[in-house]
């Protein structure tokens, strides 16, 4: 099913591509906001806590192939702390902190509004693709690696300062699918102190970064 996904990703890029009137890349700086986390499967398997918020980096190359669409391969990336409360197999609470860090590689649709002054671009979009959990348990060097389909949503705007270079000012909400629902398998790996359940998380994020016009 991943693999066709990809495809489909893929064959939309590359046709997006091959209209493009205009090239893009964009870079992020952003904010991400910590997120409560908990689920419950029985007394002797359940989890509480959050995920911490953190510095969201990434950058993209966005195809125009339109003055209002645009379409985007990104890749954004946060690592972060995740302090948890849980039972694992036993009536015995434990508390750890594991390390995270959650990898975004997205296929964007952006959709551009006129604003009757050309230096101020409006936006708004969609982005979905793969979203890859690495976790790791800082005690044992246990780790383990997940990945789920990943979705979010983004607006924000570009003021471009010269006809090559823009500011841009974003928020943005991202998520990763598990079954039907929105949420990520949570675990530890190697040493068994974990929980292997899963849980909704939303990471929103305010921020922005800088746009560059590549085209002539």
């Known amino acids: ?37 908990s689920s419950y499967y029985d007394s002797r398997n359940n989890f509480n806590g959050q995920v911490n918020g953190g510095f969201i980096w990434g950058g993209g ?52 509004f006129p604003s009757g002054n050309p230096k101020i671009e409006p936006y ?11 976790l790791k348990n800082p005690d044992s060097g246990g780790s383990s690696s997940y990945t789920k389909f990943g979705y979010g949503f983004r607006t924000g705007v570009n003021i471009w300062a010269s006809k090559k270079v823009a500011l841009k000012l974003q928020g943005q909400v991202f998520s990763a699918a598990q079954s039907v629902g929105g949420g990520f398998y949570f675990g530890t790996g190697g040493s068994g102190a974990g929980v292997s359940t899963y849980s909704t998380f939303f990471q929103f994020g305010l921020g922005g970064g800088l746009t560059f016009n590549l085209g002539k």
């Open 1 to 37: 099913m991943k693999k066709i996904f990809l495809l489909l990703i893929a064959t939309i890029a590359i046709t997006t591509i091959t209209q493009a009137q205009q090239i893009r890349l964009n870079t992020y700086a952003i904010g991400g906001f910590s997120d409560r986390v």
């Open 61 to 112: 190359f966005e195809f125009m192939a339109h003055k209002y669409y645009g379409v985007e391969l990104m890749y954004n990336r946060m690592d972060t702390k995740a302090p948890m409360t849980y039972y694992n197999g036993s009536l015995t609470v434990q508390n750890k902190t594991f390390d995270m860090g959650l990898n975004q590689i997205m296929l964007g649709f952006n959709r551009y």
């Open 124 to 134: 708004a979009g969609a982005c979905l693709g793969l979203s890859i959990f690495d």
